[in-house]
């Protein structure tokens, strides 16, 4: 993204100089490109949780007010714009067919983890993750990385809840008899079931769930964790120099979301109980007490990598640098891994059939 297409908007300009100001993730601070004016910004963390019951009648109307939702035509990602802001760069792609959509900026974010990792370092971080790949050609992990990173943040939802769940289930243990007689003797495994039924309580903090819909859920568990717990108080002058995705999931229905993350792990939680082998089956009903919200921006950088006409999307996350993405394979290598996948089953049956 070039530097004067960002910002332009009242806030971040420079106090000094006039010049548009950023978000310098190494320092934590707003910066002035030109003039080196530097302003430090609130690590505040006030901890606040909102009661979901409220959630759909708690609407800032300034935050509505001044912002506005530009929709790309080049890749559907739905950004919120402060409408002063002159940005007419989509921060997901890169291109200008931006457009205007009829439709409101919607509840204004309480908390966001401010970028720690750098575009640099972003696009370092992607280097690794190509050294660690196996079908990634040595060609291409030698390559320096300089292709177009964006940052952005990616709207995110956080459930707290009390959990009550009532179950019960059939599960089985393996035992062995030995059966038969003379030549015919030998060993059988069989299942004893059991019956089990009981109540638990589990209290679940911060179950993140994704609210956009420019990274898909598989990318975000990729990407995650995310300390959503130590994220600021949501602060304007964090977006500045970043692009800021739109959420398409409302928090009412995020918490669906949220009950999906929750319910397996309620199942693990009964299930760690019990001494078995087998799971029949195992019906649990859960109750949810005390659901709290927050609604908190996650800073990931979207990198596109061209190699030979091709390119690979790449995603940073922009607090821990953890990397998930695409990238160019060899089709040698991928041979060769399967040639010497069959050697190895090959002689592992010829050895079988020998040493009869
Ligand atoms: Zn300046
Ligand atoms: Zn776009």
């Keep these: 993204?070039?530097?004067?297409?960002?910002?332009?908007?009242?806030?971040?300009?420079?106090?000094?100089?006039?010049?548009?100001?950023?978000?310098?993730?190494?320092?934590?601070?707003?910066?002035?490109?030109?003039?080196?004016?530097?302003?430090?910004?609130?690590?505040?963390?006030?901890?606040?949780?909102?009661?979901?019951?409220?959630?759909?009648?708690?609407?800032?109307?300034?935050?509505?007010?001044?912002?506005?939702?530009?929709?790309?035509?080049?890749?559907?990602?739905?950004?919120?714009?402060?409408?002063k802001e002159m940005s007419l760069v989509c921060p997901f792609c890169g291109s200008t067919q931006v457009v205007e959509v009829n439709e409101l900026a919607g509840k204004k974010p309480n908390r966001i983890i401010p970028f720690n990792i750098t575009e640099e370092a972003a696009r370092a971080c992607y280097q690794r993750f190509l050294k660690k790949k196996l079908f990634c050609p040595s060609s291409v992990k030698k390559l320096n990385i300089e292709c177009q990173v964006n940052g952005v943040y990616i709207p995110s939802w956080t459930y707290d809840a009390d959990t009550y769940s009532s179950y019960h289930g059939r599960l089985g243990e393996h035992y062995t008899v030995t059966v038969g007689s003379g030549k015919d003797r030998r060993t059988e495994v069989r299942t004893r079931y059991f019956t089990i039924s009981g109540r638990i309580q589990v209290f679940f903090d911060d179950v993140l769930v994704n609210a956009g819909s420019s990274i898909n859920n598989k990318e975000l568990e990729k990407l995650e964790p995310y300390d959503t717990n130590n994220s600021n108080d949501f602060n304007e002058s964090f977006l500045a120099g970043f692009g800021s995705e739109h959420y398409s999931l409302t928090v009412k229905n995020g918490f669906n979301r949220a009950k999906e993350i929750m319910a397996p792990q309620i199942k693990r939680r009964i299930l760690d109980q019990y001494t078995y082998d087998v799971v029949d089956y195992l019906n649990v009903k859960t109750q949810y007490d005390n659901v709290t919200y927050k609604y908190v921006l996650l800073p990931v950088w979207i990198g596109n990598f061209k190699i030979k006409e091709k390119s690979y999307r790449f995603l940073v996350n922009g607090e821990n640098g953890k990397t998930t993405g695409k990238y160019p394979m060899s089709a040698l290598r991928i041979s060769l891994f399967t040639l010497f996948i069959i050697a190895v089953v090959v002689g592992i049956i010829l050895y079988f059939v020998l040493s009869e």
């Design 1 to 83: 993204m070039a530097e004067e297409e960002r910002v332009a908007h009242e806030e971040y300009k420079c106090p000094s100089c006039g010049a548009p100001m950023h978000f310098d993730p190494a320092s934590h601070s707003l910066k002035c490109d030109y003039c080196d004016t530097v302003i430090k910004l609130n690590d505040e963390n006030s901890g606040q949780e909102f009661s979901l019951d409220d959630a759909e009648t708690e609407v800032d109307l300034s935050w509505q007010q001044e912002n506005h939702v530009l929709r790309c035509s080049a890749c559907g990602a739905e950004n919120v714009v402060n409408k």
